[in-house]
């Protein structure tokens, strides 16, 4: 069972809770259209609205926790409807943790395809090397899945274990592809099973492709080079320009209105932790543009 982001609660005590919500999550499978395969691309046995009834469940035990945390502080700080404001806020920090729980599949689903395809132009180059030097598909497979590829060993590690239990290495291949999230890997077994379908010399095969993928991998390299740009003003922007604005803005407003104390250390609070989110969030932007095809 997958454990959930933002949850501080055993799993199964998660699961057992979310049967309350199960038609709540009926309702509401169409908003994830491709949930269901994105669980079964990384081989998660749960229904789909048995998963989205958990992400309701944990959202609601979120919504819970931070509404009681924030209201105390509020009226430690004598905030106006201290329980009013808490709600609000724990509304919306509750509907973002509820998309980040739905979309966690997809994220690590994108995780695993980044994985793949970094590690997919060794593990060829590797395989090139030894069909040239006349070892055969099947140890080529094994020292794959032997290999430090990450998810890509562990993808072929499961191809020789089925080729082990007495299916035709062309089946395996073939079926191993159809089920991989990667493009790029789907494409390039794909070749590799139709060169020994048709007999073809499977060194010239892994040639071309090898070949595909360095145009491919100078393509995304100029693509994330045009993308850093308008990033770098984004960054700008919100991590320097805007916050150095709002501090000169809420001293002289401070100074005509008469702002509380604890008003004001809230709002200066506030805009530290909207700095220190814009830089995580840009971080994650940067690594997430990162071309896949790079390797580590």
């Known amino acids: 069972m997958m454990k959930l982001p933002y949850t501080f609660l055993p799993q199964q005590a998660i699961a057992s ?13 169409p908003m994830f259209p491709s949930l269901g395969m994105d669980l079964r691309r990384l081989n998660i046995r749960e229904r789909t609205e048995k998963y989205v009834a958990m992400c309701i469940t944990a959202t609601v035990l979120f919504f819970i926790f931070l509404s009681v945390v924030l209201g105390m502080m509020f009226v430690a700080f004598k905030v106006e409807n201290p329980v009013l404001v808490a709600l609000l806020i724990s509304f919306v920090f509750s509907l973002f943790v509820f998309m980040q729980q739905a979309m966690y599949p997809k994220m690590l689903l994108r995780k695993r395809i980044r994985n793949i395809e970094q590690n997919l132009m060794p593990a060829l180059q590797n395989m090139l090397v030894q069909l040239n030097s006349g070892v055969p598909m099947f140890n080529i497979l094994t020292n794959i899945a032997s290999g430090e590829y990450g998810d890509l060993s562990k993808e072929f590690d499961k191809a020789v274990r089925e080729i082990n239990a ?65 990033l770098a003003m984004f960054y700008m922007l919100a991590a320097v320009i805007i916050p150095s ?26 805009l530290l932790a909207f700095v220190i989110f814009t830089q995580i969030m840009f971080l994650g932007v940067i690594k997430s543009k990162r071309p896949n095809l790079l390797v580590r």
């Open 166 to 230: 007495g299916k035709s290495q062309i089946d395996v291949l073939d079926d191993m592809a159809s089920n991989n999230p990667s493009t790029l890997f789907r494409r390039a077994i794909w070749q590799i099973v139709s060169g020994m379908k048709s007999g073809a010399n499977l060194g010239l095969v892994m040639v071309d492709i090898t070949s595909s993928l360095n145009e491919q991998q100078m393509i995304q390299i100029q693509t994330y080079g045009s993308q850093l740009s308008p």
């Open 245 to 270: 604005l709002s501090v000169t803005f809420i001293i002289i407003l401070s100074s005509f209105i008469s702002l509380s104390e604890a008003m004001v250390k809230m709002v200066f609070w506030g």
């Open 17 to 29: 809770c979310s049967r309350l919500f199960l038609k709540m999550a009926k309702a509401m499978l």
